[in-house]
């Protein structure tokens, strides 16, 4: 019953374990970096490690992985990664419990957890490509964008509260416990998956690792869109982290105003991506991405003016909001967008090497702009990825993509019975 929206059982359940990790996982946030100053007493570069290291490792650990799932079934995948994810973070509490807890230990779990959750990515996209027609698409990817939005708003107070009682090391058990039932929730889809394509030589090669660039660069309208994918995020995530040198420090916002400064505007998350689907309806497919994906560039230079006290904290949750409910609109556009111009055969290869892509760039873009933070002052270095963002529109397709037609899977019976 499309009309009402009704994408059957099997998307319910997945729907419901991507919501279960999402919460944990915004339960967790900041958890990492806690433990390892509270507990471990790490310095400043021991905690940039964490975060710039780990992301980048686990994209390098995931890369042989796209190709390797693109030739199997998915959900087993899914169910897999899961469970990968829930082992290595239980591991902490356990070393915690033990008195054996290390920094390596938490590195090379985050090595684990970014590794698996490129994957997680590659999979789900192509799983949810051939569990849903594509008229449905739309409205599946804007189910996903609303329960980040919605998790944003409600797990970090919740994951603050949890910390403050019981200490970060509880949150890391919560996140490792969404897993399981992440798990759970695909297992119990259940139903059967199209026959994956087979390999034509039996090993993997090394020029396998770039089927997923060598797509996307061949593609017209993806090619444009990596790019700017890649550019947007780095550039403003590594804004993001010199905005909290510049409020905690040379401004003297407290940590519950910076807080607040980004829980808040995740409303404007929720909005968009609710309004995604009717834009679409009415304006078309290419018309939102190019819009929406325009204004959300305008808003971060913005930050380049911000100042101490009440003003300056409703400007950066002006700025925020604004920014988040252009992403909220953009993101399940663009992801549907992505989903219907990518061959179901090369799906998870195709996600697998955007998701590398994006880690990587936004790894590198962060460090560089540490370093312009330090020469400049924060403030100049926001700007200057302000003016920067302000290009990245010139980077979105300029046409709309045509249809692809592909023949319909054949599906074959799972051996394993949910």
């Known amino acids: ?7 059957g059982r099997r998307f319910g359940w997945l729907w419901g374990a991507y ?11 900041g958890a990492f970096p806690l433990i390892a100053v509270q507990v471990l007493h790490a310095g400043p570069a021991e905690v940039a490690a964490l975060s710039s290291v780990g992301a980048a490792a686990g994209a390098a650990v995931a890369l042989p992985l796209g190709p390797w799932v693109e030739f199997r079934r998915k959900r087993p995948v899914l169910i897999g990664m899961d469970l990968a994810r829930f082992a290595a973070l239980l591991t902490i509490p356990a070393a915690f419990a033990l008195g054996v807890l290390t920094f390596v230990q938490l590195l090379l779990v985050s090595v684990v957890v970014a590794a698996a959750d490129i994957t997680f990515r590659a999979a789900s996209g192509a799983y949810l490509k051939t569990l849903l027609p594509a008229e449905d698409l739309l409205v599946a990817n804007a189910r996903f964008e609303s329960t980040t939005w919605t998790t944003t708003i409600i797990g970090p107070p919740l994951g603050g509260a949890a910390i403050g009682l019981l200490g970060p090391v509880a949150t890391v058990v919560a996140d490792a416990a969404s897993y399981l039932l992440s798990a759970l929730g695909i297992r119990a889809a259940g139903g059967q998956e199209p026959r994956p394509e087979r390999r034509e030589t039996p090993r993997m090669r090394a020029g396998d690792l770039l089927d997923g660039w060598r ?14 994918t890649a550019l947007f995020n780095g550039l403003v995530m590594a804004a993001d ?8 420090g040379e401004l003297g916002f407290t940590a519950w105003q910076y807080g607040l400064a980004f829980a808040a505007p995740a409303i404007g998350g929720l909005l968009g991506s609710r309004l995604a689907r009717p834009l679409v309806t009415r304006f078309g497919q290419h018309q939102v991405l190019v819009v929406a994906g325009t204004l959300r560039a305008l808003w971060p230079i ?13 400007l950066v949750m002006g700025v925020e909001l604004g920014l988040i409910f252009c992403c909220g609109v953009f993101n399940p556009v663009h992801a549907t967008y992505r989903l219907e111009r990518t ?10 090497a955007w998701a590398v892509t994006t880690k990587a760039s936004t790894a590198l873009l962060t460090a560089v702009w540490g370093v312009l933070g330090a020469v400049l002052g924060p403030r100049t270095a926001i700007g200057l990825a302000g003016v920067l963002l302000l290009a990245t529109p010139l ?5 709309a993509a ?16 949910a």
């Not at 019953?1 to 994408?7: A, D, F, I, Q």
């Open 395 to 399: 980077l979105l397709p300029r046409r």
């Open 215 to 228: 797509y996307i660069l061949a593609d017209a309208t993806l090619r444009p869109l990596f790019f700017n």
């Open 241 to 248: 982290a010199l905005l909290a040198v510049l409020m905690l």
């Open 302 to 314: 913005g930050l380049a003016f911000l100042g101490p006290g009440t003003g300056g904290l409703l």
């Open 343 to 352: 061959a179901t055969a090369r799906v998870a290869r195709t996600l697998s």
């Open 19 to 29: 919501g279960t990790s999402a919460l944990g996982t915004w339960l967790a946030f």
């Open 402 to 417: 045509t249809t692809r037609t592909e023949p319909k899977p054949e599906l074959e019976p799972e051996p394993d019975r």
């Open 1 to 7: 019953m499309r009309n009402g929206h009704r994408l």
